[in-house]
């Protein structure tokens, strides 16, 4: 957004600013009198030499804007912070002037049309002059009087908020100051973001996002606080001595404005295209930069109709599978907000369409449907020709919902089905968008229960047939007694059908899994490590020597590795019900999730948490349990998955932290994601989220579709707190379960998402408390942690913190630059 300083330009504008105020006026350099006009390369000072005014230009753009930027001695790189003509840019600066006209200021542009004015509805006709105030406020008011300005640009703000002036509306003059995003870098036009003050009375700012001629709330602030002087959900901007945030509201109007009490700081609050408001501050020499202090929402980024956000790509948005960027310049200049279009449409024409699953949340409106199936709802959308996409049960209700037309999403919560052409077109592309589909669900590997006898049975066979398939053991441990087969690259290429795309049972985070089919142990699933993969050598030796030496029904199994050719697969039991995940969140599949079944699984996590937390020979901190890391074997008896992130304690051991943290939103326990701070008591909060999705079969991740939005947690504590305990539980169960053993339960994942890691209890209390019997008292539980978004404050230190968010159920890791 920041313009790139140009120093040719700003030699001229200080040249020309000398030559023309001797030869126009005798007024300060700061103002433009009813005689003087600018134009060109000409500039006003603010009297302090604060800010200046003049045209400038965005980026390669060709086109001029008249702003107001810091004066270069206080910040060097051209930072632009008001635009008067967002809409209507001037293409030749020389032959365009902006002067005071009849009361108003106006800027003509080449053609001598007025492209922008103050607008003042009654002029003071007479002397009238415009000041540049060195808070960065261009003031119009009649010369003989320094009384109240006639106009004002801090009246009038664009994307940027500076200490002093108001943000806010005034019921007597109509009057509302907010931010508008620019359209992008290059472009300060209105974009689709805008931070309000809730126009309600609420004391909350608001980020709208004003697309297709609507607006729907994006992000808000919460309401203030008057007593602590904070925003209810920013506690971050809160004891905070640098900024002063101030609310007036009286019969006639309502603001905030706020100023900096450490000296010499410069900052400024910036609605971004991106639709974050920014928070930054200015380091001056050496560094010569500004520094992102605050930020916020989290969501980062927003990429326009059907298009996805991944922060680790570049660009941040890509289109679906057949689909392109409507406007490729556009999204050359980062501006995604346009989204993509369809490459073909086949609607009616021989060729059917089909649709693809998507993990996503659409923002746009939808139609509900009634029809009985997600069949009936997939034919129905089908037919109809403008049809996008449909969903099956979505947010609160169960049904069939349809979109049509251009459809924003955003990249959690739900499943929904997004029309795209057949399969025969475009083979390779559309097998791709399965495959991300699958990403989210399977994350995991796959198994038969049948592993520990199979084991046995093949640590036999594999003595015997060792040289016939290539095998060789090795070593994984410092006792000697765990042997771990090691399968020649061959052996894998043929189990797999040389990896075909048949055998693909989709892609975890570090690269695809393959079914394969090993003559000694039958199915089995490969994980193969891509090579530009996350997971490095330590990792997948880490995930050897752990699974290796674990043994417990409740544990996936491993079988064996294969470390040839720069190729490092693991192989496992072959699960065929795949994870937890693809269960418990699809409307057409939990109903094969009884309360017993329900129970039970909760149960065996707790078992194979405990395990490796207390009863096998290390002690293990898994990191990254979750729906989709809990694979099912025929019985729905679950094992615990992928152990990549899985950390090996000393006996003794408690805690550790660490700078890269790891994991997946919104099973992180708070200090974990905060403070990178990980123990025994992390798991459980981990299990205490898994718990609660669970009972309620509902994704914790679909409650993060506004930050502001409670967790799942925080939704089932406030119904507990209701006394509606009850509703937490899945209408699917809800009639069959024994409530007391369903709010035993519930009270338990309670206590497993205390904040403080001393509240929760450990794994052999959990087990425990789940298997009390009816009547026994568990210990009370303080309200739970709502919320474990990391706090993104860098401050004005000179280090960079990148923090990246998650809400999608894939594993993320959040990096701390150093
Ligand atoms: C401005 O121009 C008008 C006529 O064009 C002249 O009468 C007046 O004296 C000028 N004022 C100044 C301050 O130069
Ligand atoms: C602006 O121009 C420079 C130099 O011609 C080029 O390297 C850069 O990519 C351009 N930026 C954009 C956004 O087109
Ligand atoms: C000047 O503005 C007018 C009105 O907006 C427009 O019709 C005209 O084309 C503009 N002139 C140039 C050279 O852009
Ligand atoms: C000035 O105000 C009138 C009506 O209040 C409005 O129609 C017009 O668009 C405004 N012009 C500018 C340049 O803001
Ligand atoms: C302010 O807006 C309201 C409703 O939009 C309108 O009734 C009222 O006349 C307006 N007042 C002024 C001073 O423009
Ligand atoms: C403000 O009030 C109106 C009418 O009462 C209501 O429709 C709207 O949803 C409210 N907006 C917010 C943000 O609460
Ligand atoms: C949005 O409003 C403009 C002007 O009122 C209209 O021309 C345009 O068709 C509208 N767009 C949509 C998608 O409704
Ligand atoms: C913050 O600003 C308000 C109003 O400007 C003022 O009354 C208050 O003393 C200030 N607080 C601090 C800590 O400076
Ligand atoms: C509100 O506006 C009215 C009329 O302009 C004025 O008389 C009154 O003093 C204002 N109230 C406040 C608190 O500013
Ligand atoms: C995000 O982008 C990275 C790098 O381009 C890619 O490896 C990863 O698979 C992408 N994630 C998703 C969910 O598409
Ligand atoms: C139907 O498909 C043909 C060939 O693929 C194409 O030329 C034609 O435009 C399509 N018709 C419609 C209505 O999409
Ligand atoms: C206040 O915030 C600034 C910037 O966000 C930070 O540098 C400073 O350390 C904070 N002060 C306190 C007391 O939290």
């Known amino acids: 957004m920041d313009t790139k300083a140009n120093p040719i330009e700003f030699m001229l504008s200080t040249l020309f600013l000398g030559l023309y105020l001797k030869g126009h006026t005798t007024l300060a350099a700061d103002t433009i009198t009813a005689n003087q006009s600018l134009s060109g390369d000409q500039t006003i000072v603010s009297a302090g030499g604060n800010f200046e005014l003049g045209f400038f230009k965005a980026g390669n753009s060709s086109n001029y804007y008249i702003g107001i930027w ?7 790189v051209q930072t632009v912070v008001w635009v008067a003509n967002r809409e209507q840019p001037v293409s030749d600066r020389f032959s365009s002037v902006l002067r005071i006209s009849n009361g108003n ?25 415009a000041v540049l105030l060195d808070d960065g406020n261009l003031v119009l008011r009649a ?10 640009s801090f009246d009038h703000p664009t994307h940027t908020w500076l200490p002093g002036s108001k943000l806010g509306f005034n019921t007597v003059t109509n009057q509302t100051q907010m931010l508008t995003s620019w359209k992008n870098s290059e472009n300060p036009a209105p974009g689709i973001f805008s931070l309000q003050l809730d126009p309600n009375g609420s004391s909350s700012f608001l980020i709208l996002l004003n697309y297709l001629n609507s607006s729907s709330q994006y992000w808000t602030s919460g309401p203030w606080d008057k ?43 910036v609605m971004q295209f991106s639709g974050q408001v920014w928070l930054l501050e200015w380091s001056p020499e050496p560094f010569k930069q500004w520094n992102l202090a605050w930020s916020k929402p989290n969501i980062y980024g927003f990429c326009g109709p059907f298009s996805r956000y991944n922060q680790t790509s570049s660009p941040f948005c890509t289109c679906l599978n057949n689909f392109e960027p409507k406007s490729q310049s556009e999204w050359n200049l980062k501006d995604y907000s346009g989204g993509c279009s369809r490459t073909t449409l086949n609607c009616g024409n021989g060729t059917q369409d089909q649709f693809k699953p998507m993990p996503s949340t659409p923002l746009s409106k939808s139609e509900q449907v009634q029809v009985e199936s997600i069949e ?40 929904l089905y997004i029309r795209v052409p057949a399969e025969s077109k475009n083979p390779a592309r559309s097998k791709r968008s399965l495959v991300i589909a699958l990403v989210s669900a399977i994350a995991g590997l796959l198994t038969i229960t049948s592993g520990y006898f199979l084991w046995k049975k093949t640590l036999r066979m594999r003595r015997k047939r060792r040289t016939k398939y290539g095998e060789a053991k090795i070593n994984v441990g410092e006792e000697n007694d765990t042997e771990l087969p090691v399968f020649g690259f061959k052996s894998i290429l043929a189990a797999t059908d040389d990896f075909s795309e048949a055998n693909k049972l989709g892609e ?24 530009k993969s996350g997971q490095g050598h330590q990792e997948f030796m880490n995930e050897l020597k752990l699974i290796a030496k674990l043994q417990h029904t409740n544990l996936v199994r491993l079988l064996g590795c294969c470390i040839e050719e720069g190729e490092r697969m693991l192989i496992y039991e072959y699960m065929p019900n795949r994870s937890l995940d693809r269960f418990l969140f699809d409307p057409s599949e939990k109903r094969k999730l009884d309360w017993r079944r329900r129970f039970r699984i909760i149960e065996g996590i707790g078992q194979g948490l405990l395990y490796i937390h207390k009863y096998s020979r290390l002690k293990i901190i898994h990191r990254d349990l979750k729906a989709s890391n809990v694979l099912l074997d025929e019985t729905m ?11 090996i304690f000393d006996t003794n051991q408690t805690e550790a932290n660490t700078n890269r943290v790891v994991g997946t939103y919104g099973y992180m326990s708070p200090e974990y994601a905060r403070y990178g701070c990980f ?93 009390a019997d009816q009547g026994t008292t568990l210990p009370p539980f303080k309200k739970p942690a709502f919320s474990t978004h990391r706090n993104s404050s860098a401050g004005g230190s000179s280090s960079q913190t990148s923090t990246i968010f998650s809400v999608n159920p894939l594993t993320i890791s959040i990096l701390e630059g150093r």
Request: with cysteine; aromatic share 14%; net charge neutral.
């Open 143 to 152: 010369r003989s009087s320094s009384s109240l300005p006639l106009w004002q």
């Open 105 to 129: 200021l106006l800027l003509f542009n080449e053609s001598k049309s007025p492209v922008w004015s103050t607008n003042i509805s009654y002029p003071t006709l007479g002397s009238v002059q």
């Open 227 to 269: 007593k602590n002087q904070i925003f209810s959900s920013i506690p971050e901007m809160s004891h905070n001595t640098t900024y002063n945030f101030s609310y007036v509201t009286n019969e006639n109007e309502s603001y905030f404005n706020y100023s900096v009490h450490k000296p010499k700081t410069i900052s400024r609050f």
């Open 508 to 531: 975890g985070g570090f690269g695809p899994v393959y079914k394969g089919i090993l003559p000694v142990y039958q199915a089995v699933a490969i994980k193969m490590l891509s090579k």
């Open 679 to 771: 123990s025994e008591k992390s798991d459980v909060f981990s299990f205490g989220v898994l718990l609660l999705e669970i009972i309620s079969g509902r994704k914790n991740a679909a409650f993060y579709r506004y930050e502001h939005s409670l967790t799942l947690a925080g939704w089932a504590w406030k119904l507990w707190k209701e006394d509606r305990g009850m509703e937490v539980i899945d209408a699917s169960v809800r009639e069959t379960c024994q409530p007391h053993e369903a709010l035993r339960c519930i009270h338990v994942g309670f206590l497993c998402v205390q904040e403080a890691p001393a509240d929760r209890p450990t794994m052999s209390s959990v087990i425990h408390m789940l298997q």
């Open 637 to 647: 008896n679950p094992k615990i998955s992928d152990f990549g992130m899985a950390k």
């Open 376 to 415: 009936d709802c997939e034919s129905f959308c089908l037919k109809k020709c403008d049809c996008t996409a449909y969903g099956y049960g979505y947010g609160n209700t169960i049904g069939c919902f349809i979109w049509s037309g251009d459809l924003l999403a955003d990249d959690n919560g739900n499943t």
């Open 70 to 76: 810091y004066y270069k001695q206080l910040v060097s």
